[in-house]
């Protein structure tokens, strides 16, 4: 009888919507606070060598394009509003609007990659990529290598994280149009958003931290 | 799906809190002014504020997100801590980072 009082969106262990929903926030919360450590080893890395290197760094900085790479941060961003607006349409129950706002976040998130490809190509023809074949002209190339490590590691686990997104997001299309989520369980769609915004916020501190070093020279 | 099934008593509670549209717009017209102002800032030659206004900006933008994007103005008190104890062992890690590299000469140790 206790079990059938329990509608199919709401798990055996949990007393109430609200508290599954809790549940679903934490866990998700939890998991992302790890990411903030994991990202956080190559920021602690980042500012170590930038504070010793501040020359080489300033130097390397100024060879990354950044018209491209404000142009990546507003599609970021713009990714991450359709993704809000996906959740606020399970929030309301609006299958379809969910759907586009899904659609909308997958294309901007895949204009961004392709930007990042073509950054990353551009890099290569420039021998600005670490090892063998790296060449930099300007002053203190060894420490300039290092500037270039971290710009490979960041933005490239950064994009590692968009790939992996970019893959889920896809596999939420159908149950998106389905209406799999609804106003009383849209968590895994709550989740991902979570999931998505986290990856625009790692952005948010990369594009200034290596794209905007001591411009003004 | 679920709509013939008997709700639980307290499923009013459930129902989410629902942002207005106009806010979800505000905000990305504010990151996307924070976007430009951080570009802007960065061709104008502040000595050391120059990292202190790119880093003030991006927490700004960054807070924006985490409040209004991922609801956690909307979240019971228990997200704000679980966040704020992450942020602070990422403190921990570059202060005590810093801090070692930042006074090896002053001890006049050869070698460091």
Redesign the interface.
């Known amino acids: 009888m206790a079990h059938?009082?329990?509608?199919?969106?709401?798990a055996h262990h949990f007393?109430?919507?609200?508290q599954q929903?809790?549940s679903a926030?934490?866990g998700m919360?939890?998991f992302?606070?790890?990411e903030?450590?994991f990202f956080?080893?190559l920021?602690?890395a980042y500012?170590?060598y930038r504070?010793?290197y501040p020359e080489a760094f300033r130097a390397a900085s100024h060879t990354l394009d950044?018209r491209l790479g404000?142009f990546n941060?507003?599609v970021l961003?713009?990714s991450?509003?359709t993704?809000?607006?996906a959740?606020?349409g399970g929030?309301?129950g609006k299958p379809k609007f969910t759907f586009a706002m899904l659609l909308g976040t997958l294309a901007l998130g895949s204009t961004f990659l392709a930007v990042k490809a073509f950054e990353y190509a551009d890099k290569f023809t420039h021998h600005h990529v670490p090892g063998p074949s790296f060449h930099f002209e300007g002053p203190d190339a060894p420490h300039a290598q290092l500037f270039f490590s971290l710009y490979f590691l960041m933005t490239g686990l950064h994009a590692l994280h968009m790939i992996i997104g970019i893959a889920i997001l896809i596999g939420m299309l159908r149950p998106a149009l389905r209406?799999a989520w609804?106003?009383?369980n849209?968590n895994f769609l709550?989740g991902f958003?979570?999931y998505w915004?986290?990856v625009?916020?790692v952005w948010?501190?990369l594009?200034?931290?290596l794209y905007?070093i001591?411009?003004?020279? | 799906m679920a709509q013939h099934e008997t709700a639980p008593a307290h499923d009013s509670a459930a129902a989410p809190h629902v942002m207005p549209l106009s806010t979800y717009f505000l905000v990305f017209a504010a990151l996307l002014v924070g976007t430009a102002a951080t570009v802007a800032v960065a061709y104008v030659d502040l000595g050391w504020a120059n990292n202190a206004v790119a880093l003030a900006i991006a927490i700004t933008k960054a807070t924006l997100v985490i409040l209004f994007f991922m609801h956690v103005k909307e979240n019971t008190r228990l997200i704000p801590a679980v966040i704020f104890s992450g942020l602070f062992m990422l403190l921990l890690l570059l202060v005590n980072l810093l801090a070692d590299y930042g006074t090896r000469g002053w001890l006049g140790v050869e070698g460091r």
């Open positions: 059938d009082a329990h509608a199919s969106d709401l007393d109430s919507y609200e929903k809790e926030t934490l919360w939890t992302l606070v790890t903030i450590l956080g080893g920021f602690a500012s170590l504070s010793l950044i404000a941060t507003a961003i713009g991450s509003l993704m809000a607006l959740v606020r929030q309301t209406g609804t106003p009383r849209h709550e958003g979570l915004h986290f625009d916020l948010i501190f594009f200034p931290l905007l001591g411009r003004h020279h």
